[in-house]
């Protein structure tokens, strides 16, 4: 069973910085776009950002895009089969649970999805 274990989350000030890590194991790393996602209770989970395999990135959704880009940054290590997700300038309204997600794209793992149990961030004064 394939397994992703989020760290890093905790309580910040506003302004402050925080560094999110996603360890995946059981799964062939490299066949899966890795991501993050949000979520705010009563709240539709939204994409934060996602690493393809080939290590292309994308920001957030429609909705959310513009209010991430240029703070946060995603990045994977294919040899530690780790993604992170370097969040800079953060804002009260980014506190959430957030959420690593793996995406198959090739082969037998294709359109397959994992999710971690997630990690809180807070930003508060």
């Known amino acids: 069973q394939v397994q992703l274990v989020e760290s890093g989350g905790a309580v910040v000030q506003p302004g402050g910085s925080l560094r999110l890590t996603c360890a995946a194991s059981r799964m062939t790393f490299s066949l899966y776009a890795m991501g993050w996602y949000r979520q705010i209770p009563g709240k539709q989970r939204e994409l934060v950002a996602e690493?393809?395999?080939?290590?292309?990135?994308?920001?957030?959704?429609?909705v959310s895009g513009d209010s991430v880009r240029g703070r946060f940054t995603i990045s994977r290590n294919n040899r530690e089969n780790t993604v992170t997700l370097q969040m800079n300038s953060l804002r009260p309204e980014d506190t959430a649970a957030y959420y690593c997600?793996?995406?198959?794209?090739?082969?037998?793992?294709?359109?397959?999805?994992?999710w971690g149990q997630g990690t809180q961030v807070t930003v508060s004064s």
């Open positions: 997600h793996a995406r198959g794209e090739f082969g037998a793992v294709q359109d397959t999805e994992f």
């Open positions: 690493v393809s395999s080939m290590g292309s990135t994308i920001y957030g959704d429609s």
